[in-house]
């Protein structure tokens, strides 16, 4: 959690106020956006929502990268270089691509001149995807992703990807280099 105040700091230090704060609605990132919220000062409610939520990894679920590699090596190798299929008993790649994206998108669509979401790396790699970005081999830091801005509304909203930041590197150029 101190991940979170520190990243918090450095975004009101760069003078980052959001006028929409959103987070999957699991414990983990709904914590983190409580306490980015905090230091930002943002007093307006948190808006969680599910399809921010990772990917469902059926059977994977719960197993350390040993075990997931020695009982399915080549469906890990795969994931690990950065596609998003399904996994044994898990959420199918594609209907989690749409569900995590569709979920940027309708924030997006909210108007917010500046909005913070708090997610998960499945869901920044899916994004990532969408915009035409490389996510092969990507892996994401806590406290990574993308500052982005949206053009145009409704079916003509277009996401177009500005910096990658990751605030855990903590230097006030991390925030304020967007442009």
């Not at 990772?54 to 596609?83: C, H, K, M, V, Y």
């Not at 199918?92 to 997610?119: M, N, T």
Request: no cysteine.
């Amino acid at each position: 959690m101190d991940q979170a105040r520190l990243a918090g700091q450095a975004l009101a230090a760069a003078a980052v106020v959001p006028d929409l704060m959103a987070a999957s609605d699991l414990a983990r990132a709904r914590d983190t956006a409580e306490l980015i919220g905090f230091e930002v000062e943002y007093g307006k409610s948190l808006v969680l929502d599910p399809d921010l939520r990772e990917q469902d990894l059926g059977q994977w679920n719960g197993l350390t990268n040993e075990e997931i590699s020695a009982r399915w090596p080549d469906e890990f190798q795969a994931r690990r270089a950065g596609q998003l299929g399904t996994v044994p008993g898990g959420e199918p790649g594609d209907d989690f691509f749409r569900r995590s994206v569709g979920a940027v998108r309708r924030l997006a669509g909210r108007g917010a001149d500046v909005a913070v979401a708090v997610s998960h790396g499945g869901v920044v790699i899916a994004l990532e995807r969408a915009l035409g970005l490389s996510a092969k081999g990507n892996r994401h830091p806590n406290l990574s992703g993308w500052w982005l801005e949206a053009r145009g509304t409704g079916e003509d909203l277009e996401l177009v990807p500005l910096e990658r930041v990751d605030l855990l590197a903590l230097g006030a150029e991390t925030v304020t280099g967007r442009a």
